[in-house]
């Protein structure tokens, strides 16, 4: 990640975390949240602000990458550790991350691009399919 996307990270995370999500908990309309999963490699705690959307009681990420041919690290995360936390708001809730299935990717695409229409170009972007998380109460 280059240095000033990684210090805008952090600066998002402190200002989510103390103003429990009043300041960039929403951003253009849309929903964020912090994801925290364990780092695969150093076993450290991973916050990443992400766009979400809601699903009943789930919560569906994009590990989009902004179209990068690559899967992001947090994706990359849970994969080895599927146990995550999703804070909303001033709320974190211990959750379980599992990819989408096809058929579930399939019916909630189109949400998800309502959402955040980028997403849409940022599947055009890369020629690897961009991965739908879900995540739900553990």
């Known amino acids: ?3 000033g996307q990684k210090a805008f990270t952090q600066l998002h995370v402190l200002v ?3 103003t429990r999500g009043l ?3 929403r951003m253009f309309l849309v ?3 912090l994801l925290t999963t364990t780092g695969r490699k150093s076993g450290k705690q991973r916050v990443t602000p992400l766009t979400a959307t809601l699903d009943g009681d789930r919560v ?3 590990a ?3 179209g990068a041919p690559k899967h992001p690290d947090w994706y ?3 994969q080895a550790d599927p146990h995550v936390t999703v804070q909303r708001g001033g709320s974190a809730l211990a959750m379980l991350a599992r990819t989408a299935s096809a058929e579930e990717r ?3 695409w189109p949400r998800v691009v309502a959402t955040f229409k980028g997403y849409d170009g940022y599947q055009k972007r890369t020629e690897r399919e961009i991965p739908l998380v879900i995540c739900e109460p553990a």
């Open 1 to 3: 990640m280059p240095a």
């Open 106 to 108: 399939a019916e909630l």
């Open 16 to 18: 989510f975390r103390g």
């Open 64 to 66: 989009s990458n902004g």
């Open 76 to 78: 990359l995360n849970l």
């Open 60 to 62: 569906v990420l994009v």
């Open 23 to 25: 300041i960039g908990g």
């Open 31 to 33: 929903e964020n949240v």
